[in-house]
């Protein structure tokens, strides 16, 4: 099932759908409120005609950094004993087609293509018995973009992670997905940048949700970056980002350089 976040062009109107061919059909609810309904509604609009959103609107973007040991290693980490969380602030959050601005503050910033865990229920400390992928309501693309001279300045993540524009998500939501084996992928301009899949992830998904929900109450809504592969790079005024998981699809964005 493809789901997604659209407008109506016609009456102006935001909701969620499910994607089946080249048609959207509405979903009643609210995936944020908990109440998003996977029984489609009419009506429908063409595909083409529908204005795509970033597909959820989340309370939190928790990430995970080093998750994989070739990309650690590029930047010279040590990998963590246990998963190495920080956030993303939710005014990053931009859609398929929407543009990646490079803030003036920045010399270097790169992109990083990831697999993206969308919740679906409510969860907190997940206990040992709990399957952690049954709160997931599925997966999409995510790419963290990061200002890596000023994550490196500022010793800790919040600013370099976090410019409005740094967290391109979508195009939308795939569910009933395998996650342990998927090709992840970044091109720029075409180019293959990043290639990796997530068996090669130091913690899989599942022991991420698990670990993530020790700490803090997941939503209905919220996103779990699950790190990216080697292959990091910058991104230039012009460029063509494209972000793509293994049966979800394709993230493409473009960047732009901000006028100061
Ligand atoms: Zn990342």
Do not use: W
């Not at 990053?92 to 697999?115: C, N, W, Y």
């Not at 790419?143 to 740094?166: E, H, I, M, Y």
């Amino acid at each position: 099932m493809k789901i997604c976040r659209y407008t109506d062009p016609e009456t102006q109107r935001t909701a969620f759908g499910v994607i089946e061919g080249e048609t959207v059909f509405g979903l009643e609810g609210d995936l944020s409120a908990g109440n998003l309904s996977l029984e489609r509604s009419e009506p429908s609009i063409r595909l083409s005609d529908a204005r795509l959103l970033p597909p959820v609107a989340p309370s939190k973007i928790v990430c995970v950094g080093r998750n994989y040991r070739e990309h650690a290693a590029e930047l010279g980490n040590e990998m963590p004993p246990e998963p190495l969380l920080f956030l993303k602030a939710p005014s990053t959050l931009i859609g398929d087609g929407d543009v990646i601005e490079l803030p003036a503050q920045s010399q270097r910033v790169e992109h990083e293509g990831e697999l993206a865990v969308v919740i679906g229920r409510r969860c907190k400390r997940i206990a040992e018995d709990e399957d952690p992928l049954s709160y997931v309501l599925g997966y999409t693309c995510l790419n963290d973009v990061t200002a890596r001279d000023l994550q490196r300045k500022d010793v800790q993540f919040t600013r370099g992670k976090s410019f409005d524009t740094f967290c391109p998500v979508g195009p939308y939501i795939v569910s009933g997905l395998d996650p342990t084996d998927l090709k992840v992928e970044t091109r720029v301009n075409g180019q293959v940048r990043q290639s990796g899949r997530t068996n090669a992830m130091a913690f899989p998904v599942a022991h991420l949700i698990r670990y993530i929900s020790h700490a803090m109450t997941l939503e209905p809504g919220d996103l779990i970056a699950t790190g990216t592969p080697a292959g990091v790079g910058p991104l230039q005024d012009g460029d063509v980002c494209e972000v793509e998981v293994e049966g979800v699809g394709v993230l493409r964005n473009t960047v732009r350089a901000s006028v100061r």
